[in-house]
């Protein structure tokens, strides 16, 4: 069974499958990319919150049964007579799972995130539910699938499903009224919150019971002139005690959780233009880029991560065509932030370009955004220098 349903569903989307869904719908090659990385885990998402109700494991095992063909027709719909029909398809689908509302709304945030228009990405969502579905019935295998083995599958998958969102998704999805949607990501910081809030409960616990033996002490040493033992010892050992809890806590960070403080998000200073807040869609974009570059190790990854790339260079994208409406401190602001961040984007960029065969798939798009940094830092050009 695969470990990452996404980059399952992703290996099977390759680039050649959304240029012609791209041509089939009208878009350009970028936006379609951009699309298809919000629709799966939006997709995969609110599957995982339709198997979470009463009866909706079972009303999704249905519908998934009735994709088997589908992954095998898929590429000979796409632009052909019966594209529309694929699309009808899914998007009945959509509307007997989710609701005529939130199937509106999910494609109203798709299409607010790639940019495209509410048709297209009604289309475009319409027309990857059966393919989604049918990898989904694949993993599992006909025979094992059941309503449980598709809860299992999907609950396992939630961490990676926030993962894949692509930055900035979350909010439209909120915005939109779609927590439902926003499931795999809820569910994620919902784990994170437990394990901290009982690592925290497990310390208070211990040093509760060890302020307890200190705070008896004195009790203690009050009796000890006549019990004959030095009124020291029932000071100094309840403070050993203590000393000992916090160390055995504190001191093996690899055998208890940590807890830890979340980062202050950074600060904005109200640079909102047509509604878009401009440096936060800017760190959005800075910190999917980065988070995707990381992520390269070889070409299949890279394969995996382009998509997130390609989301990033949308939203920097945006940032360009935004910026000339800022004021002139403004734009300083957005520079510090692009130059601040640039010397790391160009050392993991330039490492993953150096993987054998990653050139060819990442740095048609790596290039133009590091042009377009450049130029919103203020700084020299260097893009493709040493290479």
Do not use: C
């Not at 437990?194 to 040493?221: C, I, L, Y």
């Not at 920097?316 to 984007?345: E, F, N």
């Not at 993953?352 to 042009?371: F, W």
């Amino acid at each position: 069974m695969a470990t990452n349903l996404v980059s399952y569903v992703t290996q099977f989307l390759t680039p050649e499958l959304i240029g012609r869904i791209a041509a089939a719908l009208g878009l350009n090659r970028s936006d379609a990319q951009s699309g298809v990385s919000a629709v799966v885990p939006a997709l995969l998402s609110a599957f995982s919150g339709v198997a979470d109700k009463p009866g909706g494991a079972q009303n999704l095992v249905n519908a998934i049964r009735q994709q088997s063909g589908a992954l095998d027709n898929f590429a000979g719909m796409i632009g052909g007579s019966n594209q529309s029909s694929l699309i009808e398809r899914g998007s009945s689908l959509l509307t007997s799972l989710l609701g005529s509302h939130d199937q509106t709304a999910l494609a109203g945030a798709i299409a607010r995130f790639a940019g495209i228009g509410q048709n297209a990405a009604s289309s475009l969502l319409s027309m990857l539910t059966p393919v989604v579905m049918g990898l989904i019935g694949r993993q599992i295998g006909t025979r094992n699938l059941d309503a449980g083995s598709l809860t299992s599958l999907l609950a396992s998958q939630k961490e990676q499903i926030a993962q894949a969102m692509p930055a900035g998704m979350g909010h439209l999805l909120e915005g939109a009224g779609l927590d439902s949607v926003r499931g795999a990501a809820a569910s994620a910081a919902a784990q994170a919150s437990r394990a901290s809030t009982a690592a925290t409960g497990q310390f208070a616990q211990h040093t509760s019971s060890g302020a307890r033996s200190v705070g008896t002490a004195g009790e203690r040493a009050a009796g000890a002139a006549t019990s004959g033992i030095p009124s020291w010892a029932y000071w100094v050992l309840p403070l050993i005690v203590l000393a000992g809890v916090l160390w055995y806590l504190l001191g093996k960070p690899a055998q208890h959780e940590l807890v830890t403080r979340e980062q202050p998000a950074a600060p904005t200073h109200g640079m909102v233009v047509g509604g878009v807040d401009v440096e936060r869609e800017l760190r959005d974009g800075l910190s999917g880029l980065q988070t995707s570059l990381q992520s390269v190790t070889d070409v299949a990854s890279a394969t995996v991560a382009r998509p997130k790339v390609e989301a990033a260079s949308t939203q920097i994208d945006k940032v360009s065509d935004l910026v000339g409406q800022l004021t002139p401190d403004q734009r300083k602001i957005v520079g510090g932030v692009v130059a601040s961040a640039m010397p790391t984007i160009n050392q993991l960029s330039d490492k993953a370009l150096e993987v054998p065969g990653v050139s060819e798939v990442l740095r048609p798009i790596i290039d133009p955004v590091k042009t377009k940094l450049t130029a919103l830092s203020g700084q020299p050009g260097t893009v493709g220098a040493g290479h």
